[in-house]
């Protein structure tokens, strides 16, 4: 790792962990969290969940998993350029996906509303709720028992409510303190990599076409450019090199707005980023601008697709069933899951039990939810 400037998180300054441990030999306090986020159930779940296209839609589109991997690997470069702690980036990267049910958005959508009398639900929040107590692979505590600073990098957002019954972890919500510079790298990298692999796996789905993403700025610019140097590329490399290149671009300007921030607010330390009246980590108002233009592009040809928009129909619908089947009847969970829902249950009531649940159908991956939904209304499938 490259020298650490004096506005990064160090390991020395680290509010340690939950759990009380040793130091880890041969390695930092954030590598040990990376490790162990890698090493995590949860984690290996993300090969089969959703990005945008449902698992068992094609081999070649980007899953969960491989997001996360592109997002950590952004977020590297870039922590690596302004001197922030590229492990800390990496961890937070890593883990920031882990509590996002099976389908993508549209499955938190229909478990929040199916959870709506209980509190919500919302994948952020079970992202730290897994590293903190659904993980079981220690013998001395639940959970993956992270670093604060990961953990804190982890919660990208959260209310008021739900803040106040966080304790430590909540406090920046409650004092409206900025993220951590590295947890603000990773928010960028997350979106670089998903709005560009986005229009790479638009365009590869037939959903968009190039036609259409050369009214978007960013991609014509570069479109342009690859075409002029390499008039007889193919369309699949052609594409490949334009989205590497708008990567490239956002990359480069990110970084130069935000060292321009750094420079004019010369933060001498990581809670002097924290204590800024807005975030830190910032695009230059023109690059602002065409990321909108992108976004807006996906949302309206990609995302609001009529091939997406029925996928994300059906997933309702079996995220919806499921979670009404089991509160009806807990004897159809697992045997393990139906006792915690029982005791729950009885300690606590249907709000216990709702989140017991919830836990269950956000731990799957896309084809178990389809499976168990098979299971419990195909009338073939007996068990």
Same mark, same amino acid.
């Given at each position: 790792?490259? *020298?650490?400037?004096?506005? @990064?998180?160090?390991? @020395?300054?680290?509010?340690?962990?939950?759990?009380?441990?040793?130091?880890?030999?041969?390695?930092?306090?954030?590598?040990?969290?990376?490790?162990?986020?890698?090493?995590?159930?949860?984690?290996?779940?993300?090969?089969? =969940?959703?990005?945008v296209?449902?698992?068992?839609?094609?081999?070649?589109?980007? #899953?969960?998993?491989?997001?996360? +991997?592109?997002?950590?690997?952004?977020?590297?470069?870039i922590?690596?350029? &302004?001197?922030?702690?590229?492990?800390?980036?990496?961890?937070?990267?890593?883990?920031?996906?882990?509590?996002?049910?099976?389908?993508?958005?549209?499955?938190?959508?229909? +478990?929040?509303? %199916?959870?709506?009398?209980?509190?919500?639900?919302?994948?952020?929040?079970?992202?730290?709720?897994?590293?903190d107590?659904?993980? *079981?692979?220690?013998?001395?505590?639940?959970?993956?028992?992270?670093?604060?600073?990961?953990?804190?990098?982890?919660?990208?957002? %959260?209310?008021?409510?739900?803040?106040?019954?966080?304790?430590?972890?909540?406090?920046?919500?409650l =004092?409206?303190?900025?993220?951590? &510079?590295?947890?603000?790298?990773?928010?960028?990298?997350?979106?670089?990599?998903?709005?560009?692999?986005?229009?790479?796996?638009?365009?590869?789905?037939?959903?968009?076409?190039?036609?259409? /993403?050369?009214?978007?700025?960013?991609?014509?610019?570069?479109?342009?450019?690859?075409?002029?140097?390499?008039?007889?590329?193919?369309?699949?490399?052609?594409?490949?090199?334009?989205?590497?290149?708008?990567?490239?671009?956002?990359?480069?300007?990110?970084?130069?707005?935000?060292?321009?921030?750094?420079?004019?607010?010369?933060?001498? %330390?990581?809670?002097?980023?924290?204590?800024?009246?807005?975030?830190?980590?910032?695009?230059?108002?023109? /690059?602002?601008?065409?990321?909108?233009?992108?976004?807006? #592009?996906?949302?309206?040809?990609?995302?609001?697709?009529?091939?997406?928009?029925?996928?994300?129909?059906?997933?309702?619908?079996?995220?919806?069933? +499921?979670?009404?089947?089991?509160?009806?009847?807990?004897?159809?969970?697992?045997?393990? #899951?139906?006792?915690?829902a029982?005791? *729950?249950?009885?300690?606590?009531?249907?709000?216990?039990?709702?989140?017991?649940?919830?836990?269950?159908i956000?731990?799957?991956?896309?084809?178990?939810?389809?499976?168990?939904?098979?299971?419990?209304?195909?009338?073939?499938?007996?068990t």
């Amino acid at each position: 790792m490259s *020298e650490l400037a004096p506005y @990064a998180t160090s390991n @020395a300054s680290s509010r340690g962990r939950r759990h009380p441990e040793a130091p880890p030999n041969n390695r930092s306090e954030f590598q040990r969290d990376r490790d162990r986020i890698v090493h995590s159930a949860a984690f290996r779940r993300l090969e089969y =969940k959703t990005q945008v296209f449902v698992n068992h839609e094609g081999d070649m589109f980007r #899953t969960r998993l491989t997001h996360s +991997l592109e997002v950590a690997q952004i977020g590297r470069t870039i922590a690596r350029a &302004l001197q922030a702690n590229e492990e800390l980036t990496e961890a937070i990267s890593l883990a920031h996906d882990l509590g996002h049910t099976p389908f993508g958005h549209a499955g938190q959508d229909a +478990l929040n509303d %199916c959870m709506r009398d209980y509190g919500g639900f919302e994948h952020n929040l079970q992202s730290l709720r897994i590293v903190d107590h659904l993980e *079981e692979k220690y013998a001395e505590f639940n959970g993956l028992n992270l670093t604060f600073e990961t953990r804190e990098g982890i919660l990208k957002h %959260c209310s008021v409510k739900n803040a106040q019954q966080l304790g430590d972890i909540g406090e920046r919500f409650l =004092k409206k303190q900025q993220p951590g &510079l590295e947890a603000q790298i990773a928010n960028f990298a997350d979106e670089i990599a998903y709005n560009n692999h986005d229009v790479d796996d638009g365009l590869r789905a037939g959903l968009l076409s190039i036609e259409q /993403m050369r009214e978007v700025d960013l991609f014509n610019q570069q479109y342009e450019e690859v075409m002029q140097q390499y008039p007889a590329i193919s369309e699949r490399r052609a594409i490949h090199e334009i989205i590497r290149r708008m990567i490239n671009r956002q990359i480069t300007d990110f970084l130069a707005a935000t060292s321009a921030q750094i420079k004019s607010v010369n933060p001498a %330390c990581a809670d002097d980023i924290k204590q800024l009246p807005a975030p830190i980590a910032v695009y230059s108002d023109e /690059m602002q601008g065409k990321t909108r233009q992108l976004k807006k #592009t996906l949302r309206t040809s990609l995302y609001q697709h009529y091939r997406v928009h029925r996928m994300s129909t059906k997933a309702k619908l079996v995220i919806k069933s +499921l979670f009404q089947a089991f509160m009806d009847d807990i004897r159809l969970l697992p045997t393990d #899951t139906c006792k915690n829902a029982s005791i *729950e249950y009885n300690a606590s009531g249907d709000g216990a039990r709702a989140v017991v649940i919830a836990d269950y159908i956000a731990g799957m991956t896309d084809r178990y939810a389809i499976r168990e939904y098979e299971r419990i209304f195909d009338p073939i499938k007996l068990t």
